[in-house]
Antibody, heavy 118, light 109 residues
Framework: EVQLVESGGGLIQPGGSLRLSCAAS????????MIWARQAPGEGLEWVSV???????DYADSVKGRFTVSRDDSENTLFLQMNSLRPEDTATYYC????????????WGQGALVTVSS | DIVMTQTPLSSRVTPGQPASISCRSS??????????LSWLHQRPGQPPRLLIY???DRFSGVPDRFSGSGTGTEFTLKISRVEAEDAGVYYC?????????FGQGTKLE
């Protein structure tokens, strides 16, 4: 069964760092397109980053230079390292994969809430 | 960046009646004859759920009352007969070009 479980969210002061994890089961993270998306409270979805075709990455302009996506194949886990956090980064962060649907993200985690506030 | 514009932003539909949501992209999403345009549904407090991918392919387990159609820049999600469980917010998403982008969302009541 395909499952994604995020962890690592919490309350962090502006300028701080946090690392989110997305533990995958039922498939190999290294073999699939993986994305991070976020949703600010009461707002719509915003794409954050992608990891695909081995080690290729891309980022939304709003996080470029501050966030880094990576994976650990031994743990079958996707990570999002978030540095220089800002209040506007406050959101629920979701990881998702394109497991069997080309061009569509068919499995999503439950989300991890990140709150950036002093 | 490709801007995805959804209309309407909200809609109230009587159960049993049809519903339709449009999504317009600022650039053509079709390349090599395919377009990575998908539709997702989100209920309050839940993660998004994939309904439709590549414009018109229904994801496994999605009821056949949901259908997708479209061309390079104009896309439509139709629900033939709305049920109470269809309430929530619907998003179109393009994964044809980086950065991937979502529409603003359409709230269906």
């Amino acid at each position: 069964e395909v499952q994604l479980v995020e962890s690592g969210g919490g309350l962090i002061q502006p300028g701080g760092s946090l690392r989110l994890s997305c533990a995958a089961s039922g498939f190999a993270v290294s073999r699939k397109y993986m994305i991070w998306a976020r949703q600010a409270p009461g707002e719509g979805l915003e794409w954050v980053s992608v990891l695909y075709s081995g080690d290729k990455t891309d980022y939304a302009d709003s996080v470029k230079g501050r966030f880094t996506v990576s994976r650990d194949d031994s743990e079958n886990t996707l990570f999002l390292q978030m540095n220089s956090l800002r209040p506007e980064d406050t959101a629920t962060y979701y990881c998702a994969t394109s497991y069997i649907t080309p061009g569509g993200f068919d499995y999503w985690g439950q989300g991890a809430l990140v709150t950036v506030s002093s | 960046d490709i801007v995805m514009t959804q209309t309407p932003l909200s809609s109230r539909v009587t159960p049993g009646q049809p519903a339709s949501i449009s999504c317009r992209s600022s650039q053509n999403l079709i390349y090599s004859g395919i377009a990575d345009l998908s539709w997702l549904h989100q209920r309050p407090g839940q993660p998004p759920r994939l309904l439709i991918y590549r414009i018109s392919d229904r994801f496994s387990g999605v009821p056949d009352r949901f259908s997708g159609s479209g061309t390079g820049t104009e896309f439509t999600l139709k629900i033939s007969r709305v049920e109470a469980e269809d309430a929530g917010v619907y998003y179109c998403m393009q994964a044809a070009h980086f950065p991937y982008t979502f529409g603003q969302g359409t709230k269906l009541e």
